[in-house]
Protein backbone atom coordinates (compact mmCIF):
# COMPACT_ATOMS: atom_id res chain seq x y z
CA UNK A 1 0.00 0.00 0.00
CA UNK A 2 1.05 3.71 -0.31
CA UNK A 3 2.39 4.67 2.63
CA UNK A 4 3.84 8.07 3.93
CA UNK A 5 5.37 8.61 6.97
CA UNK A 6 5.35 12.18 7.45
CA UNK A 7 1.89 11.97 7.25
CA UNK A 8 0.44 8.25 7.72
CA UNK A 9 -1.23 8.70 4.64
CA UNK A 10 -2.30 5.91 2.50
CA UNK A 11 -5.16 5.50 -0.02
CA UNK A 12 -6.72 2.43 1.92
CA UNK A 13 -6.99 4.23 4.93
CA UNK A 14 -10.05 4.47 7.43
CA UNK A 15 -10.97 8.50 7.12
CA UNK A 16 -13.48 10.81 7.25
CA UNK A 17 -12.82 13.75 4.88
CA UNK A 18 -15.65 15.57 3.56
CA UNK A 19 -15.37 16.81 -0.50
CA UNK A 20 -13.46 19.25 -1.56
CA UNK A 21 -14.77 20.95 -4.38
CA UNK A 22 -14.46 24.28 -6.98
CA UNK A 23 -18.19 24.54 -6.69
CA UNK A 24 -21.21 22.70 -4.92
CA UNK A 25 -22.80 21.33 -7.57
CA UNK A 26 -20.33 17.82 -7.38
CA UNK A 27 -22.06 14.49 -7.80
CA UNK A 28 -22.58 12.10 -4.63
CA UNK A 29 -19.48 9.87 -4.01
CA UNK A 30 -20.75 8.88 -0.98
CA UNK A 31 -23.93 6.79 -2.45
CA UNK A 32 -23.67 3.11 -2.61
CA UNK A 33 -23.87 0.84 -5.92
CA UNK A 34 -24.81 -2.02 -7.22
CA UNK A 35 -22.47 -4.12 -8.89
CA UNK A 36 -22.13 -4.22 -12.48
CA UNK A 37 -23.74 -7.58 -14.46
CA UNK A 38 -20.67 -10.08 -13.91
CA UNK A 39 -19.82 -12.34 -16.89
CA UNK A 40 -21.95 -16.22 -15.98
CA UNK A 41 -20.52 -17.81 -12.89
CA UNK A 42 -18.81 -16.73 -10.07
CA UNK A 43 -15.94 -15.55 -10.73
CA UNK A 44 -12.51 -16.17 -8.90
CA UNK A 45 -11.04 -13.29 -6.97
CA UNK A 46 -7.48 -12.21 -6.22
CA UNK A 47 -8.34 -11.51 -3.06
CA UNK A 48 -6.41 -7.91 -2.38
CA UNK A 49 -7.21 -4.20 -2.98
CA UNK A 50 -4.29 -2.69 -4.87
CA UNK A 51 -3.88 0.50 -5.01
CA UNK A 52 -3.30 0.98 -8.69
CA UNK A 53 -4.19 -1.57 -11.82
CA UNK A 54 -2.98 -0.67 -15.32
CA UNK A 55 -4.57 -2.41 -18.07
CA UNK A 56 -2.21 -3.11 -21.11
CA UNK A 57 1.33 -3.90 -20.73
CA UNK A 58 2.32 -1.94 -24.17
CA UNK A 59 4.82 1.30 -24.32
CA UNK A 60 1.83 3.17 -22.50
CA UNK A 61 1.00 0.49 -19.42
CA UNK A 62 4.83 -0.02 -18.92
CA UNK A 63 5.63 3.67 -18.89
CA UNK A 64 2.78 4.35 -16.45
CA UNK A 65 4.15 1.49 -14.44
CA UNK A 66 7.21 3.19 -14.08
CA UNK A 67 6.11 6.64 -13.24
CA UNK A 68 3.91 5.55 -10.49
CA UNK A 69 6.14 3.05 -8.83
CA UNK A 70 8.65 6.18 -9.75
CA UNK A 71 6.36 8.83 -7.65
CA UNK A 72 5.24 6.29 -4.92
CA UNK A 73 7.76 3.71 -3.70
CA UNK A 74 5.75 0.98 -2.11
CA UNK A 75 2.80 1.45 -4.38
CA UNK A 76 1.15 -1.86 -4.94
CA UNK A 77 -0.04 -2.61 -8.44
CA UNK A 78 -0.59 -4.89 -11.49
CA UNK A 79 -0.62 -4.53 -14.91
CA UNK A 80 -3.53 -6.90 -16.64
CA UNK A 81 -2.27 -7.72 -20.55
CA UNK A 82 -5.18 -9.77 -22.98
CA UNK A 83 -1.95 -10.93 -24.70
CA UNK A 84 0.63 -13.31 -23.70
CA UNK A 85 3.54 -11.29 -24.23
CA UNK A 86 5.18 -7.33 -23.56
CA UNK A 87 4.75 -4.97 -26.16
CA UNK A 88 0.68 -3.99 -27.30
CA UNK A 89 0.77 -2.62 -30.78
CA UNK A 90 4.42 -3.94 -31.96
CA UNK A 91 3.10 -7.25 -30.38
CA UNK A 92 -0.11 -7.84 -32.41
CA UNK A 93 1.61 -6.18 -35.38
CA UNK A 94 3.75 -9.16 -37.17
CA UNK A 95 3.29 -7.94 -40.96
CA UNK A 96 6.80 -7.47 -43.43
CA UNK A 97 8.33 -3.99 -42.55
CA UNK A 98 6.14 -2.92 -39.08
CA UNK A 99 8.04 -0.21 -38.06
CA UNK A 100 7.26 3.19 -36.35
CA UNK A 101 5.97 5.80 -38.15
CA UNK A 102 7.82 8.51 -36.18
CA UNK A 103 11.06 8.89 -34.85
CA UNK A 104 12.06 6.17 -32.48
CA UNK A 105 14.21 8.63 -30.32
CA UNK A 106 11.05 10.73 -29.17
CA UNK A 107 8.61 7.44 -29.08
CA UNK A 108 11.16 5.92 -27.08
CA UNK A 109 11.01 6.49 -23.63
CA UNK A 110 12.91 9.53 -21.77
CA UNK A 111 14.04 7.57 -18.85
CA UNK A 112 15.44 4.61 -20.67
CA UNK A 113 17.61 5.01 -23.94
CA UNK A 114 17.47 3.96 -27.14
CA UNK A 115 20.55 2.73 -28.39
CA UNK A 116 20.08 1.25 -31.91
CA UNK A 117 20.86 3.27 -34.73
CA UNK A 118 18.23 4.72 -37.58
CA UNK A 119 15.70 7.16 -36.89
CA UNK A 120 12.92 4.45 -37.92
CA UNK A 121 12.56 1.32 -35.74
CA UNK A 122 11.65 -1.88 -36.78
CA UNK A 123 8.62 -3.07 -34.62
CA UNK A 124 10.27 -6.44 -33.37
CA UNK A 125 13.05 -4.04 -31.59
CA UNK A 126 10.58 -1.78 -30.62
CA UNK A 127 8.66 -4.92 -28.80
CA UNK A 128 12.04 -5.87 -27.24
CA UNK A 129 13.08 -2.45 -26.25
CA UNK A 130 9.95 -2.67 -24.17
CA UNK A 131 10.05 -6.07 -22.55
CA UNK A 132 13.69 -5.29 -21.60
CA UNK A 133 12.60 -1.93 -19.77
CA UNK A 134 9.78 -3.52 -18.02
CA UNK A 135 12.59 -6.51 -16.94
CA UNK A 136 14.87 -3.89 -16.26
CA UNK A 137 13.04 -2.10 -13.35
CA UNK A 138 11.04 -4.92 -11.86
CA UNK A 139 7.87 -4.34 -13.72
CA UNK A 140 7.33 -7.55 -15.57
CA UNK A 141 7.20 -9.14 -11.90
CA UNK A 142 3.75 -7.05 -12.16
CA UNK A 143 2.59 -7.90 -15.13
CA UNK A 144 -0.25 -10.76 -15.75
CA UNK A 145 -0.96 -12.21 -19.03
CA UNK A 146 -3.87 -13.42 -20.65
CA UNK A 147 -6.29 -11.35 -18.52
CA UNK A 148 -8.89 -9.48 -20.72
CA UNK A 149 -10.43 -6.96 -18.69
CA UNK A 150 -13.99 -6.69 -19.40
CA UNK A 151 -16.14 -4.49 -17.05
CA UNK A 152 -14.92 -1.99 -14.59
CA UNK A 153 -17.45 -0.76 -11.77
CA UNK A 154 -16.93 1.82 -9.54
CA UNK A 155 -18.36 1.88 -6.26
CA UNK A 156 -18.76 5.18 -4.20
CA UNK A 157 -19.58 3.62 -1.27
CA UNK A 158 -16.23 1.99 -1.04
CA UNK A 159 -13.80 4.09 -3.65
CA UNK A 160 -12.95 0.91 -5.35
CA UNK A 161 -13.26 -0.36 -8.79
CA UNK A 162 -13.87 -3.76 -9.23
CA UNK A 163 -12.62 -5.24 -12.10
CA UNK A 164 -14.48 -8.15 -14.27
CA UNK A 165 -11.37 -10.23 -16.32
CA UNK A 166 -10.96 -12.71 -18.59
CA UNK A 167 -8.26 -14.99 -18.20
CA UNK A 168 -6.72 -17.63 -20.42
CA UNK A 169 -7.85 -19.15 -23.84
CA UNK A 170 -10.14 -21.68 -24.52
CA UNK A 171 -10.64 -24.48 -22.74
CA UNK A 172 -9.14 -22.69 -19.62
CA UNK A 173 -10.53 -19.80 -20.11
CA UNK A 174 -12.15 -18.61 -16.43
CA UNK A 175 -13.17 -15.14 -15.27
CA UNK A 176 -11.56 -13.17 -11.59
CA UNK A 177 -12.49 -10.29 -10.31
CA UNK A 178 -9.79 -7.44 -9.35
CA UNK A 179 -10.19 -4.67 -6.98
CA UNK A 180 -8.63 -1.48 -6.92
CA UNK A 181 -8.56 1.89 -6.21
CA UNK A 182 -7.63 3.57 -9.09
CA UNK A 183 -7.42 2.14 -12.45
CA UNK A 184 -5.40 3.51 -15.82
CA UNK A 185 -6.36 2.55 -19.40
CA UNK A 186 -3.27 2.30 -21.23
CA UNK A 187 -4.91 0.25 -24.15
CA UNK A 188 -4.44 2.71 -27.12
CA UNK A 189 -7.30 3.57 -29.20
CA UNK A 190 -8.45 0.97 -32.00
CA UNK A 191 -10.04 -2.45 -31.84
CA UNK A 192 -7.12 -5.13 -31.09
CA UNK A 193 -10.01 -7.97 -32.81
CA UNK A 194 -11.36 -6.26 -35.89
CA UNK A 195 -9.75 -4.00 -38.30
CA UNK A 196 -11.45 -1.68 -40.64
CA UNK A 197 -12.18 -3.61 -43.63
CA UNK A 198 -14.83 -2.20 -46.22
CA UNK A 199 -17.28 -4.17 -47.85
CA UNK A 200 -15.97 -4.61 -51.72
CA UNK A 201 -18.31 -6.10 -54.12
CA UNK A 202 -17.29 -9.71 -54.81
CA UNK A 203 -15.03 -11.16 -52.44
CA UNK A 204 -16.23 -13.96 -52.38
CA UNK A 205 -15.47 -14.35 -56.42
CA UNK A 206 -11.55 -14.22 -55.99
CA UNK A 207 -9.92 -17.10 -55.52
CA UNK A 208 -6.97 -16.10 -53.39
CA UNK A 209 -6.28 -15.25 -49.88
CA UNK A 210 -7.28 -11.91 -48.76
CA UNK A 211 -5.33 -10.75 -46.23
CA UNK A 212 -5.53 -7.76 -43.39
CA UNK A 213 -2.36 -6.34 -42.22
CA UNK A 214 -3.45 -6.45 -38.61
CA UNK A 215 -3.64 -10.18 -38.48
CA UNK A 216 -0.94 -11.22 -40.97
CA UNK A 217 -1.13 -15.08 -41.57
CA UNK A 218 2.33 -16.09 -40.10
CA UNK A 219 2.59 -19.34 -42.96
CA UNK A 220 1.58 -16.80 -45.77
CA UNK A 221 4.00 -17.76 -48.94
CA UNK A 222 4.05 -14.69 -51.09
CA UNK A 223 6.77 -15.93 -53.16
CA UNK A 224 6.45 -15.07 -56.90
CA UNK A 225 3.20 -13.60 -56.53
CA UNK A 226 1.48 -10.49 -57.76
CA UNK A 227 0.20 -8.55 -54.77
CA UNK A 228 -2.23 -5.85 -54.94
CA UNK A 229 -2.18 -3.65 -50.94
CA UNK A 230 -5.34 -1.40 -51.05
CA UNK A 231 -4.71 1.65 -48.79
CA UNK A 232 -2.21 4.25 -48.53
CA UNK A 233 -1.46 4.68 -44.68
CA UNK A 234 1.24 4.39 -42.57
CA UNK A 235 0.76 0.22 -42.51
CA UNK A 236 0.89 0.43 -46.65
CA UNK A 237 3.69 2.22 -46.72
CA UNK A 238 5.94 0.52 -44.38
CA UNK A 239 4.32 -3.05 -45.95
CA UNK A 240 4.88 -2.49 -49.70
CA UNK A 241 8.31 -2.00 -49.87
CA UNK A 242 9.26 -5.34 -47.78
CA UNK A 243 7.09 -7.29 -49.90
CA UNK A 244 9.24 -6.84 -53.23
CA UNK A 245 12.39 -8.68 -51.81
CA UNK A 246 9.73 -12.15 -52.60
CA UNK A 247 7.00 -10.58 -54.63
CA UNK A 248 6.70 -11.04 -58.20
CA UNK A 249 5.22 -7.31 -58.24
CA UNK A 250 3.20 -4.99 -55.74
CA UNK A 251 0.66 -2.85 -56.81
CA UNK A 252 -0.56 -0.04 -54.46
CA UNK A 253 -3.91 0.91 -54.89
CA UNK A 254 -5.11 4.53 -53.92
CA UNK A 255 -8.52 5.96 -53.59
CA UNK A 256 -6.93 9.18 -53.33
CA UNK A 257 -3.56 10.40 -52.16
CA UNK A 258 -1.59 10.71 -49.02
CA UNK A 259 1.25 12.69 -47.89
CA UNK A 260 4.54 10.57 -47.78
CA UNK A 261 7.92 11.94 -46.95
CA UNK A 262 11.29 10.50 -47.23
CA UNK A 263 13.25 10.27 -43.64
CA UNK A 264 17.11 9.20 -43.90
CA UNK A 265 17.83 6.63 -41.50
CA UNK A 266 21.53 7.85 -40.99
CA UNK A 267 21.53 10.66 -38.61
CA UNK A 268 24.54 12.60 -38.27
CA UNK A 269 24.25 14.12 -35.18
CA UNK A 270 23.09 10.87 -33.07
CA UNK A 271 26.83 9.30 -33.16
CA UNK A 272 28.36 12.55 -32.44
CA UNK A 273 25.99 13.34 -29.34
CA UNK A 274 26.00 10.07 -27.83
CA UNK A 275 30.03 9.99 -28.19
CA UNK A 276 30.61 13.13 -26.70
CA UNK A 277 27.81 12.61 -23.68
CA UNK A 278 26.77 9.80 -21.30
CA UNK A 279 24.26 7.39 -22.29
CA UNK A 280 21.45 9.40 -20.56
CA UNK A 281 22.19 12.85 -21.21
CA UNK A 282 22.56 12.20 -24.76
CA UNK A 283 19.65 10.23 -25.04
CA UNK A 284 17.89 13.53 -23.49
CA UNK A 285 19.26 15.94 -26.19
CA UNK A 286 19.05 13.99 -29.26
CA UNK A 287 15.47 13.05 -27.30
CA UNK A 288 14.88 16.94 -27.42
CA UNK A 289 15.91 17.78 -30.96
CA UNK A 290 13.84 15.75 -32.52
CA UNK A 291 10.42 16.52 -30.64
CA UNK A 292 11.33 19.77 -31.22
CA UNK A 293 12.20 19.25 -35.03
CA UNK A 294 8.82 18.08 -35.33
CA UNK A 295 7.02 20.22 -33.42
CA UNK A 296 8.80 22.97 -35.83
CA UNK A 297 7.40 20.96 -39.13
CA UNK A 298 3.73 20.87 -37.90
CA UNK A 299 3.93 24.15 -36.54
CA UNK A 300 4.98 25.17 -40.20
CA UNK A 301 2.91 23.69 -42.55
CA UNK A 302 -0.17 24.45 -40.15
CA UNK A 303 0.68 27.89 -40.61
CA UNK A 304 1.79 27.94 -44.01
CA UNK A 305 0.22 25.26 -45.95
CA UNK A 306 1.20 26.14 -49.58
CA UNK A 307 4.53 26.26 -48.11
CA UNK A 308 4.28 22.76 -46.93
CA UNK A 309 2.94 21.54 -49.72
CA UNK A 310 5.56 22.38 -51.78
CA UNK A 311 8.41 21.04 -49.45
CA UNK A 312 6.36 17.89 -49.42
CA UNK A 313 6.44 17.63 -52.70
CA UNK A 314 9.86 18.46 -53.57
CA UNK A 315 10.64 15.47 -51.22
CA UNK A 316 8.57 12.98 -53.59
CA UNK A 317 9.82 14.45 -56.48
CA UNK A 318 13.44 13.97 -55.81
CA UNK A 319 13.27 10.72 -55.32
CA UNK A 320 11.28 10.03 -58.30
CA UNK A 321 11.69 9.62 -61.89
CA UNK A 322 11.75 13.00 -63.66
CA UNK A 323 8.54 12.50 -65.79
CA UNK A 324 6.67 11.04 -63.12
CA UNK A 325 3.29 12.11 -63.03
CA UNK A 326 3.43 13.11 -59.05
CA UNK A 327 0.94 15.20 -58.84
CA UNK A 328 -1.73 12.11 -59.86
CA UNK A 329 -0.66 10.00 -56.57
CA UNK A 330 1.33 12.20 -54.27
CA UNK A 331 -1.04 15.49 -54.25
CA UNK A 332 -3.49 15.31 -51.87
CA UNK A 333 -6.67 17.11 -51.41
CA UNK A 334 -6.07 18.14 -47.63
CA UNK A 335 -3.27 20.30 -46.11
CA UNK A 336 -0.46 18.60 -44.31
CA UNK A 337 -1.30 17.17 -41.04
CA UNK A 338 -5.27 17.67 -41.63
CA UNK A 339 -4.43 13.81 -41.84
CA UNK A 340 -1.45 11.91 -40.22
CA UNK A 341 2.30 12.08 -42.66
CA UNK A 342 3.38 8.77 -43.67
CA UNK A 343 7.08 8.63 -43.26
CA UNK A 344 9.48 6.18 -45.50
CA UNK A 345 12.82 5.31 -44.63
CA UNK A 346 15.72 6.31 -47.53
CA UNK A 347 12.80 6.54 -49.85
CA UNK A 348 12.27 3.01 -49.82
CA UNK A 349 8.55 3.25 -51.78
CA UNK A 350 10.27 5.49 -53.67
CA UNK A 351 12.96 3.37 -54.77
CA UNK A 352 10.45 0.45 -55.69
CA UNK A 353 8.58 2.96 -57.92
CA UNK A 354 12.06 4.05 -59.56
CA UNK A 355 12.94 0.30 -60.51
CA UNK A 356 9.52 -1.02 -61.33
CA UNK A 357 8.89 -3.55 -58.29
CA UNK A 358 6.06 -1.41 -56.86
CA UNK A 359 3.32 0.28 -59.55
CA UNK A 360 1.21 3.06 -57.64
CA UNK A 361 -2.56 2.96 -58.95
CA UNK A 362 -5.00 6.26 -57.80
CA UNK A 363 -8.49 4.49 -58.89
CA UNK A 364 -11.65 3.43 -57.71
CA UNK A 365 -12.35 -0.13 -57.34
CA UNK A 366 -15.58 -1.29 -59.39
CA UNK A 367 -15.69 -5.16 -57.69
CA UNK A 368 -13.51 -8.12 -56.75
CA UNK A 369 -13.32 -11.05 -58.99
CA UNK A 370 -11.68 -14.31 -59.63
CA UNK A 371 -8.09 -12.80 -60.77
CA UNK A 372 -7.97 -9.75 -59.20
CA UNK A 373 -9.68 -5.98 -59.09
CA UNK A 374 -11.22 -4.52 -61.92
CA UNK A 375 -11.14 -0.47 -61.34
CA UNK A 376 -13.90 2.00 -62.13
CA UNK A 377 -12.07 3.17 -64.67
CA UNK A 378 -12.12 -0.36 -67.00
CA UNK A 379 -8.52 -1.17 -65.58
CA UNK A 380 -7.67 -4.42 -63.89
CA UNK A 381 -5.11 -5.25 -61.75
CA UNK A 382 -4.49 -8.81 -61.47
CA UNK A 383 -3.54 -10.54 -58.14
CA UNK A 384 -2.81 -13.70 -56.52
CA UNK A 385 -3.20 -11.96 -53.22
CA UNK A 386 -5.15 -8.65 -51.81
CA UNK A 387 -3.48 -7.04 -48.95
CA UNK A 388 -6.49 -4.52 -47.07
CA UNK A 389 -4.45 -1.92 -45.33
CA UNK A 390 -7.76 -0.18 -44.61
CA UNK A 391 -6.79 1.42 -41.74
CA UNK A 392 -8.65 1.06 -37.87
CA UNK A 393 -11.68 0.51 -35.86
CA UNK A 394 -11.58 3.58 -32.73
CA UNK A 395 -12.33 2.16 -29.81
CA UNK A 396 -11.83 3.47 -26.62
CA UNK A 397 -10.55 2.02 -22.96
CA UNK A 398 -10.53 -1.53 -24.87
CA UNK A 399 -13.69 -2.20 -25.51
CA UNK A 400 -14.35 -2.50 -20.84
CA UNK A 401 -17.80 -1.67 -20.28
CA UNK A 402 -17.75 1.23 -17.94
CA UNK A 403 -20.41 1.38 -14.81
CA UNK A 404 -20.17 4.20 -12.16
CA UNK A 405 -22.64 3.35 -8.97
CA UNK A 406 -25.10 0.94 -11.20
CA UNK A 407 -25.14 3.12 -14.29
CA UNK A 408 -22.86 2.37 -17.52
CA UNK A 409 -21.10 5.42 -18.46
CA UNK A 410 -19.90 6.24 -22.14
CA UNK A 411 -16.90 7.98 -22.67
CA UNK A 412 -18.32 9.80 -25.64
CA UNK A 413 -20.53 11.31 -23.14
CA UNK A 414 -18.09 12.82 -21.09
CA UNK A 415 -15.07 15.66 -21.56
CA UNK A 416 -11.71 14.99 -21.02
CA UNK A 417 -9.32 16.69 -18.50
CA UNK A 418 -5.69 17.18 -19.49
CA UNK A 419 -6.16 14.19 -22.06
CA UNK A 420 -6.12 11.95 -19.76
CA UNK A 421 -9.13 12.01 -16.85
CA UNK A 422 -12.77 11.41 -17.41
CA UNK A 423 -15.37 14.41 -16.44
CA UNK A 424 -16.80 13.69 -12.84
CA UNK A 425 -15.39 10.17 -13.16
CA UNK A 426 -13.35 9.27 -10.06
CA UNK A 427 -10.07 7.42 -9.89
CA UNK A 428 -9.99 6.77 -13.91
CA UNK A 429 -7.48 8.06 -16.02
CA UNK A 430 -7.10 6.97 -19.74
CA UNK A 431 -3.51 7.19 -21.56
CA UNK A 432 -3.09 8.24 -25.40
CA UNK A 433 -0.44 9.62 -27.79
CA UNK A 434 -0.64 12.78 -30.21
CA UNK A 435 -1.57 12.37 -33.32
CA UNK A 436 1.15 14.38 -34.87
CA UNK A 437 3.66 13.30 -32.86
CA UNK A 438 5.38 10.46 -31.12
CA UNK A 439 2.83 8.66 -29.30
CA UNK A 440 5.47 8.55 -25.86
CA UNK A 441 5.53 12.20 -25.59
CA UNK A 442 2.13 12.52 -24.13
CA UNK A 443 1.99 9.02 -22.78
CA UNK A 444 4.90 10.09 -20.88
CA UNK A 445 3.28 13.01 -19.33
CA UNK A 446 0.19 11.69 -18.67
CA UNK A 447 1.99 8.91 -16.56
CA UNK A 448 3.64 11.52 -14.29
CA UNK A 449 0.50 13.54 -13.65
CA UNK A 450 -1.11 10.24 -13.33
CA UNK A 451 1.75 9.44 -10.42
CA UNK A 452 1.43 12.95 -9.34
CA UNK A 453 -2.14 12.75 -8.60
CA UNK A 454 -2.20 9.14 -6.98
CA UNK A 455 0.79 11.08 -4.46
CA UNK A 456 -1.52 14.05 -3.60
CA UNK A 457 -4.07 12.06 -2.91
CA UNK A 458 -1.68 9.67 -0.50
CA UNK A 459 -0.18 12.30 1.47
CA UNK A 460 -3.79 14.36 1.75
CA UNK A 461 -5.24 11.00 3.05
CA UNK A 462 -8.22 11.46 -0.43
CA UNK A 463 -9.46 7.90 -1.24
CA UNK A 464 -11.41 9.29 -4.29
CA UNK A 465 -10.89 12.56 -7.27
CA UNK A 466 -12.23 13.35 -10.14
CA UNK A 467 -12.41 16.94 -12.19
CA UNK A 468 -15.47 18.67 -12.00
CA UNK A 469 -16.12 21.18 -15.14
CA UNK A 470 -18.85 23.28 -12.87
CA UNK A 471 -22.23 24.89 -13.87
CA UNK A 472 -20.79 27.10 -17.29
CA UNK A 473 -21.27 24.78 -20.08
CA UNK A 474 -18.80 24.15 -22.39
CA UNK A 475 -18.73 23.29 -26.21
CA UNK A 476 -17.51 19.94 -27.27
CA UNK A 477 -15.23 19.26 -30.13
CA UNK A 478 -13.56 16.05 -31.58
CA UNK A 479 -10.76 14.83 -29.44
CA UNK A 480 -8.75 15.06 -32.34
CA UNK A 481 -8.53 17.25 -35.13
CA UNK A 482 -8.12 14.73 -38.35
CA UNK A 483 -9.98 13.83 -41.36
CA UNK A 484 -8.46 10.35 -41.18
CA UNK A 485 -11.03 7.70 -42.25
CA UNK A 486 -11.17 5.60 -38.61
CA UNK A 487 -11.88 9.18 -37.23
CA UNK A 488 -14.75 10.13 -39.05
CA UNK A 489 -16.11 6.44 -39.59
CA UNK A 490 -16.10 6.00 -35.38
CA UNK A 491 -17.03 9.98 -33.94
CA UNK A 492 -18.82 8.23 -30.50
CA UNK A 493 -15.96 6.02 -29.92
CA UNK A 494 -13.88 8.58 -27.54
CA UNK A 495 -14.37 11.10 -25.19
CA UNK A 496 -14.91 14.56 -26.18
CA UNK A 497 -12.69 17.69 -25.91
CA UNK A 498 -14.03 20.67 -24.58
CA UNK A 499 -12.61 24.08 -25.84
CA UNK A 500 -10.84 26.24 -22.91
CA UNK A 501 -8.39 25.59 -20.33
CA UNK A 502 -7.44 22.14 -19.41
CA UNK A 503 -10.44 20.75 -20.53
CA UNK A 504 -9.04 21.39 -24.49
CA UNK A 505 -7.21 18.33 -26.15
CA UNK A 506 -4.49 20.22 -27.80
CA UNK A 507 -2.11 18.89 -30.30
CA UNK A 508 1.17 20.77 -29.07
CA UNK A 509 4.13 18.94 -27.54
CA UNK A 510 5.69 22.15 -25.66
CA UNK A 511 2.44 23.87 -25.05
CA UNK A 512 1.29 20.65 -23.27
CA UNK A 513 4.85 19.98 -21.31
CA UNK A 514 4.63 23.89 -20.24
CA UNK A 515 1.29 23.28 -18.58
CA UNK A 516 1.73 20.21 -16.78
CA UNK A 517 5.16 22.25 -15.06
CA UNK A 518 2.80 24.74 -14.28
CA UNK A 519 -0.68 23.41 -12.93
CA UNK A 520 -1.61 22.39 -9.86
CA UNK A 521 -2.76 18.85 -9.14
CA UNK A 522 -5.72 20.52 -7.27
CA UNK A 523 -6.92 22.55 -9.92
CA UNK A 524 -10.88 21.92 -11.16
CA UNK A 525 -10.51 18.78 -9.02
CA UNK A 526 -12.69 17.43 -6.34
CA UNK A 527 -11.28 14.81 -3.77
CA UNK A 528 -12.62 13.22 -0.92
CA UNK A 529 -12.59 9.83 1.20
CA UNK A 530 -15.18 7.41 2.02
CA UNK A 531 -16.45 7.75 5.76
CA UNK A 532 -16.13 3.92 6.75
CA UNK A 533 -13.38 2.15 4.79
CA UNK A 534 -14.58 -1.56 4.08
CA UNK A 535 -12.94 -4.46 4.91
CA UNK A 536 -12.10 -5.08 1.42
CA UNK A 537 -8.80 -7.63 1.46
CA UNK A 538 -9.97 -11.58 1.45
Avoid at 83 to 98: C, E, I, M, N, S
Avoid at 288 to 317: C, D, E, S
Avoid at 385 to 409: N, Y
Wanted: a negative charge; one cysteine or more; proline letters at 6%.
Amino acid sequence: MLHDDSTGGRLDQEVHVTDSSPTDDTPNTTASADAAAAPAGSPATDGHLHDVIIIGAGLSGIDCAYRILEHNPGCDYLVLERRQRVGGTWDLFRYPGVRSDSDIYSLSYPFEPWAKPGALAEGADIRDYIEQTARKFGIADHIRFEHHVLTADWDSGTDTWTLGVEVGEGAEKCHETYRCRFVVFATGYYDYDQPYTPRFAGTEDFTGPIVHPQHWPEDLDYRGKRIVVIGSGATAVSLIPNLTDQAAHVTMLQRSPSYIFSAKQKQYLVPVVRKLLPPAAAHRVIRWRYATQTAAIVHLTHRFPKLGRKMIRANVAANLPEDYPVDVHFNPSYNPWDQRMCMVPDADLFNGITDGSIEMVTDHIERFDETGVRLTSGRHLDADIIVTATGLQLLGFGGTRLVVDGDELKPHDRFVFKSHLLEDVPNIAWSVGYTNASWTLRVDMTARSVANLIRYMRENGYTHAYPHLGAEPMTAQPLWDLEAGYVERSPDALPKSGTRGHWRVRHNYYRDAIDHRISRVEDSMVFGSVEHSQDLVG
